[in-house]
């Protein structure tokens, strides 16, 4: 009898338990995305409605760690890296998508890669979640959630390699 009763509140409490950790990821995601979207536009105001996926020469840059480095780190009047750059930085570390186990972003287009987090279109100048394959909706309205946060410990700083400021 106690086992009965132990496995029926098992059996209320799970599903529960796995929508409200849905439900909370994909606020974290809305919430990401519009800070996200909120740096790049301020990014765009201090540097004449150019993108940070442009280069100085205003030419679309599709590399990622560029992209993330111009709004994490000081750039001068161009989008250059600088130290002693006057712009920035717009984002204190780079948003993650807590359904894709990455943080690495795809710019128009450009080929998708397992630790892809985040899609940019330089035309709309707009940032979406690139999370392709991770989320599927069951039609209970549970999501599952198939990918993962990205991990502690200077990932970024990985991918930015030897990118340090002028």
């Known amino acids: ?22 439900e909370a990821s994909l606020k974290t995601l809305r919430m990401n995305t519009r800070m996200f979207q909120d740096a790049i536009d301020r990014y765009m ?10 280069d100085a020469a205003g030419a679309v840059d599709s590399e990622s760690a560029r992209f993330l ?12 890296l600088n130290k002693d750059g006057i712009f920035g930085p717009y984002l204190r570390e780079a948003p993650t998508n807590p359904f894709s186990p990455g943080f690495h972003v ?19 100048a707009m940032i979406e979640p690139d999370s392709a394959g991770t989320v599927v909706v069951k039609p209970s309205g ?17 991918e930015l390699g030897g990118m340090e400021p002028n």
Request: proline share 4%; glycine share 12%; aromatic share 4%.
């Open 45 to 54: 105001g201090e540097h004449l409605g150019r993108t940070p996926a442009h």
């Open 69 to 80: 480095g111009r709004l994490l780190r000081p750039t001068d009047e161009d989008g250059t």
């Open 142 to 158: 549970v999501a599952d959630v198939s990918g993962q946060l990205r991990g502690e410990g200077g990932a970024l700083d990985a």
């Open 106 to 124: 795809r710019i128009d287009g450009a080929v998708r890669r397992v630790e892809t987090a985040w899609k940019f279109d330089s035309t709309r």
């Open 1 to 22: 009898m106690v086992v009965a009763i132990i496995g029926f509140i098992v059996a209320v409490a799970v599903p529960r338990f796995s929508r409200a950790q849905a």
